[in-house]
Antibody, heavy 122, light 108 residues
Framework: QITLRESGPALVKPTQTLTLTCTFS??????????VGWVRQPPGKALQWLAL???????RYRPSLKSRLTITKDTSKNQVVLTMTNMDPEDTATYYC??????????????WGQGTMVTVSS | DIQVTQSPSSLSASLGDRVTITCRSN??????LNWYQQKPGQAPKLLIY???SLQSGVPSRFSGSGSGTDFTLTINNLQPEDFATYYC??????????FGQGTKVEVK
């Protein structure tokens, strides 16, 4: 059974760096074809795709945020870490990590964490 | 980036109704289109992947169709637990794999 859980600060100040950790179980990020992504959702708004990391350490980012985002993995700890620099109140959102569906070319996210709410405020 | 546009942004329906939500891409995406359901306070749930494949455990009243640039999510015999917001997502080629703006299905 695949599970993912996000963790990180609930409150950050403007200009600070946000670090979120996704801890997962039920799969390995060293297995060919596996990928984990991050999606966020500002309050009352739509989902926004942020970043993705593949088993081979290939990384992809939302173009408008590419300069501020870094995604890394620690295979031994079964974790994926997302950092976002220079946080702004507009980055206030629930942040989700999700598992890309394996064995299908669809690139859908089939399993999601419960999400972690991050508020950016001084 | 490839953009996807959903319509309508919201709709009102009654129990037992058939509901149709559309998603249009500004670029041909073959069948790289997924549908999610999200209820308040919950994470999104995958319903349909690859345009028309039903995710395991999802009721058969949900179906998806389309290819290229135009896609549809259909809910037959709307049930109380189906009142939620639905998102399409294109996942063609290299990321970013963008989401639509969502369609809220409300009680009439």
């Amino acid at each position: 059974q695949i599970t993912l859980r996000e963790s990180g600060p609930a409150l950050v100040k403007p200009t600070q760096t946000l670090t979120l950790t996704c801890t997962f179980s039920g799969f390995s990020l060293s297995t060919s074809g596996v990928a984990v992504g991050w999606v966020r959702q500002p309050p009352g708004k739509a989902l926004q795709w942020l970043a993705l990391i593949y088993w081979d350490d290939d990384k992809r980012y939302r173009p408008s945020l590419k300069s501020r985002l870094t995604i890394t993995k620690d295979t031994s700890k079964n974790q994926v870490v997302l950092t976002m620099t220079n946080m702004d109140p507009e980055d206030t959102a629930t942040y989700y990590c999700a598992h890309r569906k394996y064995g299908s070319a669809s690139n859908a996210f089939d399993i999601w964490g419960q999400g972690t709410m991050v508020t950016v405020s001084s | 980036d490839i953009q996807v546009t959903q319509s309508p942004s919201s709709l009102s329906a009654s129990l037992g109704d058939r509901v149709t939500i559309t998603c249009r891409s500004n670029h041909g995406i073959i069948n790289y289109l997924n549908w999610y359901q999200q209820k308040p306070g919950q994470a999104p749930k995958l319903l349909i992947y690859a345009a028309s494949s039903l995710q395991s455990g999802v009721p058969s009243r949900f179906s998806g169709s389309g290819s290229g640039t135009d896609f549809t999510l259909t809910i037959n015999n709307l049930q109380p637990e189906d009142f939620a917001t639905y998102y399409c997502q294109q996942s063609y080629g290299a990321p970013p794999w963008t989401f639509g703006q969502g369609t809220k299905v409300e009680v009439k």
